[in-house]
C-alpha cells in the first residue's frame, strides 16, 4: 500500500514499516522504544537541538558551544606524540581554530591542503596550544556556491543503537510529510475552546515546531520542556490518562454495592472505649467515609496521611459500620508483619464489642486453612485480616462489604478492580478504602488516583514530639551504642535497624543476626530481640510480642518493621546505612518511634563518604518531621513513576509529561477532563487510543 493510503487511515493505524527505508531490521529497533507506528514517531521527541543554521565567526568561539564555522586551511600536519593526530588549522579572519583527527585516511589529509575551504561542525574546546574541534563533521565547500546551512534547528533524538541521528531525521521528515498532505491523519482532538482558553497550539503545529524548530527557538525552553509546543503534548497525553482514570470511576459508580445503612452503635460503642478521643481529621475522614459507604455505590476512597496519623482507627470504623449493616470486611496489608499489627489492634478493639477477627496468611495450610476458608464462606467471621493471600482463588466470602487496603502504593489500578471482582456478590461489589502513608500534593494525587475519591488525615494525635534526628559517622559506633545502653537504663526501648542491599535476602538476615550478636556481648545488660524476613510467623509474632511488653529492650531488625511496628515506649531508633534507603522508607522507619509523648531520636549511621544526593536526603531528614514536605522532596529527587509505585505498576507511564515538572497546571488538565467528557465525550476514547493505546483503557478492563 502506498504512503498516502496508509495515511488516510490515519497515522495511528500506520505501521512504521510504511515509511521510506524503514525496513524490518529497523521497525526491530524501534519497538524497543515502543515504536511500532507512524504516529509513535511523532510523538517520540528530540531530546535536544543543535544550531546548525547559521556560521559562526571563529574570532568569537567559546569552549562547549556546538557550532558550524567556516575557514581556509592554513596547514595541515601530522604531529606525532602520545597518540599521532592530524592537525588542520583554519581561518576566517576574525580567527583561527585547529581541528584535531586521531583517525584519518591519506586521501583525506591530501584533500586538506593549504587554502581549501572547509565548513565544519563539532564542539569546541580547549586545546593544548588553542581552540580546537575533535572530529568535526566537514564537508569541503565550493569557490562558486557556499551552499545552505540548515533552516531548522537539529533535531537529536533518544535513540536506540542501530537507528542513527540521519536516519531520525529521515523518518520524521517523511512522517511530516505525510501529515503536511493529509493533516486529518492525526485529528484534533482537542477543543478549539479548550485551546483557546489554555493558549495551546494545534497539535499538528505542535509537533512541526519541536521536530523541526525555527533558528530563533528558544532553546533553554525546549530543554527544560517547558515551551508551549511541549506542553501542548504533555497537556494532550495528561488529559488521556485523566479521561481514562475518570471514566473508570464514573464506571464503577454505576455498579451496585450495598448501602451500609446503619444506626451506628458499634461505632459509638468503640469510640467509648478507646482511650482517646479522635482528632478533628480523624473525625471528618470517619465522616466522609461514613457517607460514602451509606450509597448504593461502590465507595473508592483514598487516605492519604503521615505515619502515625492514626489511619487504623479510622479503618477499623470503617470495618463496624460494614458489620453492623450484617456485610463481612476483608482487610489487607502488603507484608504479614503489617498484617499482624493490624490483627492486633483490630482483636483489642473490637474483640470486646464481640467481634473476633480472624487471620488468613498465606502460610496456613491444611485443616487449618480449610477451617478459615469454611468460616469466612458461611459468614460466621465478619473482619478478616492478611495480605494479598485474602484474594487467592479458592477464599470465598459470605457477604463481602468493604475491602480495606493498606499502603496503597503497592497495588496498582489493576488490582484494584481485580479485587473488587473477587468480592461481587449479587451483582453487588464491595466498597473500598485504601490507605497510604506516602502523602503527596493534592493535585498530584488527584491526577494519578483519578480514580478515587481523596481523604487527607492532616493532624497527628496530640502529644507526638517531633523525632529528632542526627546524621552520625560509623567511626562512631561506640557513641551510638553507649547512647542505645542509655535510652534503656532510663526504661526506654530502641530499635537497630540494618539495611542492607545484599540480593539474597539470607545474607541479610545472617548480617542483621551477626549485628543482633555483636549487640547482645557489648550490650550485656540489655535484652536483646531480633526479626527478620526470614523467620516464620509465629517466631516474629513472638519477638514482637515481647518487644511491646517491654520483655526487650532492643530490637534489632531488617526493614520488616517499616511499617506498622507501634511500641510507644521505644524512644530511639539506629538505621545503620540509612544512605541506602529512600525518603519514604526512611521517614516510615523513623515514624516507628516519636509515638509515646516523650523526646525521642533517631541516629542515621551512615557510612562514609556519602554521594551528593545521599547527602541531601539525610539533610531533608535531619531537617523535617513532616511527612508532605519530605514527600515532595522525595518528588523532586526520585521523580514520580518512584514515588507514586506506578513504575512498579507499569501505570501513569507518561511519554512526554512529566508529574512533578506539569505540576502547577495539573489543575487545567483536570478541568479539561470535566469538559471532554461532558461536551465532548466522543472526544474521550479517540484521546485515551492515541495516548495509552491498546494498552490500558482503565475504563475497559
Ligand atoms: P498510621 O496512620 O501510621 O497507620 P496508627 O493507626 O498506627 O498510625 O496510629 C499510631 C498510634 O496512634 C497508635 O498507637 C494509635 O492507637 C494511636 N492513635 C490513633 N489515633 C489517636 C488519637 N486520636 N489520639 C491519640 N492516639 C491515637
Ligand atoms: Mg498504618
Given at each position: ?380 467471621v465478619k473482619v478478616v485480616v492478611g495480605t494479598h493471600a485474602l484474594f487467592q482463588e479458592d477464599v470465598i466470602f459470605h457477604a463481602l462489604g468493604l475491602v ?298
Amino acid at each position: 500500500m502506498l504512503e498516502q493510503e496508509r495515511a488516510s487511515n490515519g497515522l495511528d493505524a500506520m505501521p512504521v514499516t510504511a515509511l521510506k527505508g524503514v525496513g524490518p531490521r529497523n521497525a526491530a529497533r524501534l519497538a524497543k522504544l515502543g515504536i511500532s507506528r507512524v504516529q509513535d514517531i511523532l510523538f517520540h521527541l528530540p531530546l535536544r537541538y543543535q544550531d546548525r543554521t547559521r556560521v559562526v565567526p571563529l574570532g568569537s568561539l567559546r569552549p562547549g558551544l556546538e557550532v558550524v564555522v567556516e575557514g581556509a586551511v592554513e596547514y595541515a600536519e601530522v604531529k606525532l606524540g602520545r597518540r599521532r593526530s592530524l592537525l588542520v588549522r583554519i581561518a576566517d579572519g576574525s580567527g583561527a581554530i585547529v581541528l584535531r583527527f586521531f583517525h584519518f585516511s591519506q586521501a583525506q589529509q591530501a584533500g586538506l591542503t593549504s587554502g581549501v575551504r572547509l565548513r565544519c561542525f563539532g564542539e569546541v574546546r580547549n586545546g593544548p596550544a588553542s581552540l580546537e574541534i575533535i572530529h568535526p563533521e566537514y564537508q569541503r565547500l565550493n569557490e562558486a556556491e557556499p551552499g545552505a546551512v540548515e533552516a531548522a534547528l537539529t533535531p537529536i533524538y533518544p535513540t536506540t543503537e542501530g537507528i542513527h541521528q540521519l536516519s531520525w531525521r529521515g523518518m520524521t521528515d517523511r512522517a511530516l510529510e505525510i501529515l503536511a498532505e493529509h493533516p486529518d491523519a492525526l485529528p484534533e482532538w482537542l477543543p478549539a475552546e479548550l485551546r483557546s482558553r489554555l493558549r495551546l497550539p494545534e497539535l499538528v503545529s505542535a509537533l512541526r515546531y519541536l521536530h523541526r524548530p525555527p533558528p530563533d527557538a528558544p532553546q533553554d525552553q525546549l530543554l527544560a520542556g517547558t515551551h508551549p509546543a511541549q506542553w501542548r503534548l504533555a497537556f494532550e497525553e495528561l488529559l488521556a490518562h485523566q479521561i481514562s482514570l475518570r471514566r473508570l470511576r464514573q464506571e464503577q459508580k454505576k455498579t451496585a454495592a450495598p448501602a451500609l445503612a446503619v444506626d451506628g452503635q458499634l461505632r459509638r460503642r468503640l469510640l467509648e472505649s478507646l482511650p482517646f478521643a479522635l482528632t478533628g481529621a480523624q473525625q471528618r475522614v470517619v465522616g466522609e467515609i461514613a457517607a460514602d459507604l451509606k450509597q448504593g455505590h461502590p465507595m473508592l476512597r483514598l487516605v492519604q496521611g503521615d505515619v502515625g496519623s492514626g489511619k487504623t482507627v479510622i479503618a477499623a470504623m470503617a470495618a463496624l459500620q460494614a458489620v453492623e449493616a450484617g456485610f463481612q470486611v476483608a482487610l489487607m496489608a502488603p507484608t504479614e508483619l503489617l498484617a499482624e499489627q493490624h490483627l492486633s489492634s483490630f482483636a483489642a478493639w473490637l474483640e470486646p464489642l464481640g467481634i473476633e477477627p480472624l487471620w488468613l496468611a498465606g502460610r496456613h495450610r491444611g485443616k487449618a486453612r480449610e477451617q478459615v476458608l469454611q468460616a469466612i464462606a458461611s459468614g460466621a467471621v465478619k473482619v478478616v485480616v492478611g495480605t494479598h493471600a485474602l484474594f487467592q482463588e479458592d477464599v470465598i466470602f459470605h457477604a463481602l462489604g468493604l475491602v480495606v487496603i493498606d499502603e496503597q502504593h503497592r497495588f496498582g489500578v489493576h488490582q484494584r478492580l481485580a479485587m473488587r471482582e473477587k468480592g461481587a456478590h449479587l451483582g453487588r461489589v464491595p466498597h473500598q478504602l485504601i490507605m497510604t502513608a506516602t502523602p503527596i500534593p493534592r493535585t498530584l494525587a488527584m491526577s494519578a488516583y483519578a480514580d478515587l475519591d481523596l481523604s487527607v488525615v492532616d493532624e497527628l494525635p496530640p502529644g507526638r514530639i517531633p523525632v529528632t534526628t542526627v546524621a552520625i559517622s560509623d567511626s562512631r559506633r561506640d557513641e551510638v551504642m553507649a547512647r542505645v545502653r542509655e535510652a534503656c537504663a532510663q526504661g526506654r526501648q530502641a530499635y537497630w535497624v540494618c539495611t542492607l542491599i545484599e540480593e539474597s535476602e539470607a545474607v541479610q538476615c545472617q548480617a542483621a543476626e551477626n549485628t543482633a550478636n555483636r549487640l547482645a556481648e557489648n550490650l550485656s545488660e540489655l535484652r536483646v530481640g531480633l526479626v527478620h524476613g526470614r523467620m516464620r510467623g509465629p517466631e516474629k509474632e513472638q519477638v514482637m510480642t515481647r518487644f511491646k511488653a517491654g520483655d526487650l529492650d532492643l530490637l534489632v531488625a531488617t526493614t520488616v518493621v517499616e511499617v506498622g511496628v507501634d511500641v510507644p515506649n521505644a524512644s530511639l531508633m539506629i538505621i545503620e546505612n540509612p544512605e541506602r534507603l529512600g525518603l519514604a522508607q526512611l521517614h516510615q522507619l523513623r515514624g516507628r518511634v516519636g509515638r509515646g509523648g516523650t523526646d525521642s531520636y533517631c541516629v542515621l549511621m551512615f557510612h562514609p563518604p556519602l554521594s551528593a544526593s545521599a547527602r541531601q536526603r539525610l539533610a531533608v531528614m535531619r531537617d523535617t518531621n513532616d511527612g508532605f514536605l519530605i514527600a515532595s522532596k522525595d518528588l523532586d529527587l526520585r521523580g514520580p513513576g518512584e514515588v507514586l509505585g506506578t513504575r512498579q505498576t507499569g501505570e501513569m507511564e507518561l511519554r512526554i509529561a512529566d508529574l512533578v515538572r506539569d505540576q502547577d497546571r495539573l489543575a487545567d488538565v483536570q478541568a479539561a477532563a470535566e469538559l471532554i467528557l461532558s461536551r465532548y465525550p466522543s472526544h474521550a476514547a479517540p484521546l485515551i487510543r492515541r495516548w495509552l493505546g491498546e494498552r490500558q483503557d482503565y475504563g475497559a478492563v
